[in-house]
């Protein structure tokens, strides 16, 4: 049976070849792809941020941790996709302005594509005019922004106030998640939704396109 324990310690390490054959193995045991996710990858992801924030580890070591998650997680996109459903709305997705953060935006995509949502990610690192630019270019009606740094959270009330200079504050709904941002941050800023996990975020937004 898989052993998520191995898998978190592996992850841990960055050793990225361990980790995709025991995720690989979970999925042949016909495990949950959540459950893999949350109990084989993000624990042992959530350990090495106690790590790194106590300089147990630094930044080289992380690298590679995230990179052996990332691999971990692309081999449960499949799972979390709907065969031959048609995409139900269309979403842009961008970690915001000065972060570099993208595994908990990268779940996010997966997790909406699962929901059989059409996700158009447009990286980390995104100014306020690209997330304008985009949602205009595809007329996508949800906008999806992710941060992880208390100093660059403050972009999102940037990118409500853009959609708002720009006449198209109610053509779109803002979606706002990650670490650091709260339901109170999110009614201070007057973004539309808050969503604390990947999870409930592709939720929310299937409900939202229902
Ligand atoms: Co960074 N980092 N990091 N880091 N890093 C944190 C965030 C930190 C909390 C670490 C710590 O001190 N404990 C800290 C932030 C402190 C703060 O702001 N208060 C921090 C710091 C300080 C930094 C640097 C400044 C370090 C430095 O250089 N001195 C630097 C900044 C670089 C930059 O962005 N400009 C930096 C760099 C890095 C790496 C590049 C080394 C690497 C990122 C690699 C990558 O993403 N490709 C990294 C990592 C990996 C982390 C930690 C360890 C893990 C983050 C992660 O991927 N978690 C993190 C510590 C921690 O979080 N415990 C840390 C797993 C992921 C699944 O969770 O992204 O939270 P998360 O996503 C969750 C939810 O938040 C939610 O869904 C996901 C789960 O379902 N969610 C959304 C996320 N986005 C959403 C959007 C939504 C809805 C939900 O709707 C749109």
């Known amino acids: 049976m898989a052993d998520f324990e191995k898998c978190s310690a592996a992850l841990q390490k960055g050793q990225a070849k361990e980790v995709v054959a025991i995720v690989?193995?979970?999925?042949?045991?016909?495990?949950?792809?959540?459950?893999?996710?949350?109990?084989?990858?993000?624990?042992?992801?959530s350990i090495i941020g106690v790590k790194f924030k106590n300089n147990e580890v630094f930044v080289p070591e992380v690298?590679?941790?995230?990179?052996?998650m990332n691999m971990g997680a692309a081999l449960l996109k499949p799972l979390l996709l709907e065969a031959g459903v048609e995409a139900k709305g269309k979403a842009i997705l961008g970690?915001?302005?000065?972060?570099?953060h993208d595994i908990g935006k990268n779940l996010v995509r997966m997790m909406m594509e699962g929901k059989g949502i059409e996700v158009i990610d447009i990286g980390v690192d995104v100014p306020v005019e690209k997330y304008i630019e985009k949602s205009k270019e595809e007329n996508a009606g949800l906008i999806c922004c992710s941060a992880l740094l208390t100093t660059t959270m403050t972009q999102m009330e940037s990118i409500v106030k853009g959609?708002?200079?720009?006449?198209?504050?109610?053509?779109?709904?803002?979606?706002?998640?990650?670490?650091p941002v709260t339901q109170n941050y999110c009614d201070s800023i007057a973004a539309d939704?808050?969503?604390?996990?990947?999870?409930?975020?592709?939720?929310?937004?299937?409900a939202l396109f229902d």
């Open 63 to 68: 690298l590679i941790a995230a990179r052996a």
């Open 163 to 179: 959609f708002t200079d720009a006449g198209i504050r109610d053509d779109v709904k803002i979606m706002i998640g990650g670490a």
């Open 193 to 206: 939704i808050y969503s604390a996990d990947a999870a409930t975020a592709a939720e929310v937004a299937s």
């Open 24 to 45: 690989q193995q979970a999925i042949d045991e016909g495990l949950e792809a959540k459950t893999i996710l949350e109990e084989g990858l993000m624990s042992g992801m």
């Open 95 to 100: 970690t915001v302005k000065g972060d570099l």
